[in-house]
């Protein structure tokens, strides 16, 4: 399985994104997908997760009223739509893939896959 994710750039303060991810070569079926970043000097860390069968959200408490999860997991794909961006959402975001279930949504270890990371840079 390959991740791609792309949409990343540089935006002001206050402004939006929106990344994508495509999976292909995908011969399972996913239990859920997620975004995390890693910032420049720290360890990476949760952004959002989607369950696909239930289509539940989770959000890391840092980006909850700003991002926003969503997909099709029947063309692969996973979006997280990026508003009221800050300073501090400056990283290289990451997309993730599970094959099985998990309660442990926001660990790292818990996907099987991961994409390239795509930037993001923000400006105050």
């Known amino acids: 399985v390959q991740l791609q994710a792309f949409g990343g750039g540089l935006v002001q303060a206050g402004g939006s994104l929106r990344l994508s991810c495509a999976a292909s070569g995908r011969t399972f079926r996913s239990y859920g997908m997620a975004w995390f970043r890693q910032a420049p000097g720290k360890d990476r860390e949760f952004v959002a997760a989607i369950t696909w069968s239930t289509g539940r959200t989770y959000y890391a408490d840092s980006v909850k009223g700003r991002f926003s999860i969503s997909g099709d997991n029947a063309k692969n794909t996973v979006y997280l739509q990026m508003n009221s961006l800050k300073p501090e959402d400056t990283a290289v975001y990451y997309c993730?893939?599970?094959?099985?279930?998990?309660?442990?949504?926001?660990?790292?270890?818990?996907?099987?896959?991961w994409g390239q990371g795509t930037e993001v840079t923000v400006s105050s």
């Open positions: 993730a893939d599970s094959k099985f279930f998990t309660l442990t949504y926001y660990a790292a270890g818990s996907y099987d896959y």
